[in-house]
Each structure stands twice: as structure tokens, then as C-alpha cells.
């Protein structure tokens, strides 16, 4: 079973607005990390938070961390037609050698 | 590009069948570790290689088995193939075993049971 979960489970937004969705997660956590994934092909690492941080940008990416309520958001500013994917977060334990993903929320950005 | 190849893309097997899979780390990592993707789903953690030993295992039978060669790459084995097993399979390597902390993802190969 996967750990986390995440909403939206699917978001469709006009190019040039802003997508944020949300993910949960059941334990105490090492980092958290976002992925895209293109239709069903293989996953792309955007960015780590690491389990002291609460807030964290790379370009038109900001996640933010929130330990105590186990949950963590990812906002994708003014977005463009390719970054039309599905987008999963990946937690990591204190102690452990795996990552546990979440379901994923499939975003879809018209032109 | 991540540099993590798999082969096959694609592959169609009969239930009770045995399949392959195979796995080419980036340089210089020696951590590869096998994740199933069941459509519409997020990805599910099978087990990690970290230098040819298995270093963590998840929530899946024996029959889904593993090996590491020297050269780092992977191969990950399924027998008595049943349909649920019809997913997609990622690998992806890193550079430590269980400190590493980005993984770095393969295209995938989609199995299919039938």
C-alpha cells in the first residue's frame, strides 16, 4: 500500500495560471521529493525537501513542508502546456533505503 | 535523459510465465533500485541492490527476484507471472546505498499478462 496521498487526484488549469497540489504522509519522514511523469514513462526528479526545511524554490517550482500535519504542497507557477504530466511525491524515512510514493495528480494545462 | 536504460520497452507474457527485466545504472552509481507501477497508480517500492547484495525489500512475494552484476547493472525476475502483474517497471540508481537520496529514474518497461 503507498503511504502518502495526494490532492487533487487530477487538475486541469488554463496556460499561465498556477497548479498546487498536496500530498500526505503517514510517518516521520528523512526528505520528500517531487516527481513528473510523461504518459506512463519514467520519472523525473524536481525537488528535494529535506525534513529541517520548511520551504523550498527551484524556478517556477515551490514546495513547501509541513512536518507536524505530515504534508507538503507543490506550486508550479504560471504554467505552460508542457507541464501537462502526472506528479508524485516520494517520501523517504529516517531509516530506510526506499521511497514511498503517493498516487499522483494528474495535471492537464491547456493552451 | 537520466542515462538509466531498460530493456525491453514492451513485453507480452502468458500468465504462469517468467519474465526479465533489465536494468543499466548511470555511471558511476552502484544502487539500483526496481519499483511496479500499476496504471493510474502511484509506484511501489520491490527491493534495492546496493554492490550485488539486496538491501531492503517491499511488500512482495518471492517470486519476484533480483540480481546486481559487478558492472552495477540489474536484473529483476518474476516467475509464475499472474495478471495483476501487469504494470510498469522502473528502475533507478543511485550513488549510496541506503544514504543516497535522489534516485534517478529509467524509461520503464511496460509488461503485459495475458
Known amino acids: 500500500s503507498q503511504q502518502g496521498e495526494e490532492d487533487p487526484q487530477a487538475l486541469s488549469i488554463q496556460e499561465g495560471e498556477n497548479a498546487t497540489m498536496n500530498c500526505s504522509y503517514k510517518?516521520?519522514?528523512?526528505?520528500l521529493q517531487w516527481y513528473r511523469q510523461n504518459s506512463g514513462r519514467g520519472l523525473v526528479h524536481l525537488i528535494l525537501i529535506r525534513s529541517n526545511e520548511r520551504e523550498k524554490h527551484s524556478g517556477r517550482l515551490r514546495v513547501t513542508l509541513d512536518t507536524s500535519k505530515k504534508s507538503s504542497s507543490l506550486l508550479i507557477t504560471a504554467s505552460r502546456a508542457a507541464d501537462t504530466a502526472s506528479y508524485f511525491c516520494?517520501?523517504?524515512?529516517?531509516?530506510?533505503?526506499?521511497?514511498?510514493f503517493g498516487g499522483g495528480t494528474r495535471v492537464l494545462v491547456k493552451p | 535523459e537520466t542515462g538509466v536504460t531498460q530493456s525491453p520497452t514492451h513485453l507480452i507474457k502468458t500468465r504462469g510465465q517468467q519474465v526479465t527485466l533489465r536494468c543499466s545504472s548511470q555511471?558511476?552509481?552502484?544502487?539500483v533500485s526496481w519499483y511496479q507501477q500499476a496504471l493510474g497508480q502511484g509506484p511501489q517500492f520491490i527491493f534495492q541492490y546496493y554492490r550485488e547484495e539486496e538491501n531492503g525489500r517491499g511488500n512482495f512475494p518471492p517470486r519476484f527476484s533480483g540480481l546486481q552484476f559487478p558492472n552495477y547493472s540489474s536484473e529483476l525476475n518474476v516467475n509464475a507471472l499472474e495478471l495483476d502483474d501487469s504494470a510498469l517497471y522502473l528502475c533507478?540508481?543511485?550513488?549510496?546505498?541506503?544514504?543516497?537520496?535522489?534516485?534517478?529514474f529509467g524509461p520503464g518497461t511496460r509488461l503485459t499478462v495475458t
Open positions: 533507478a540508481s543511485s550513488s549510496t546505498g541506503g544514504a543516497s537520496y535522489e534516485q534517478y
Open positions: 516520494a517520501s523517504r524515512k529516517a531509516a530506510g533505503n526506499k521511497l514511498t
Open positions: 555511471s558511476g552509481h552502484n544502487t
Open positions: 510517518t516521520s519522514i528523512n526528505n
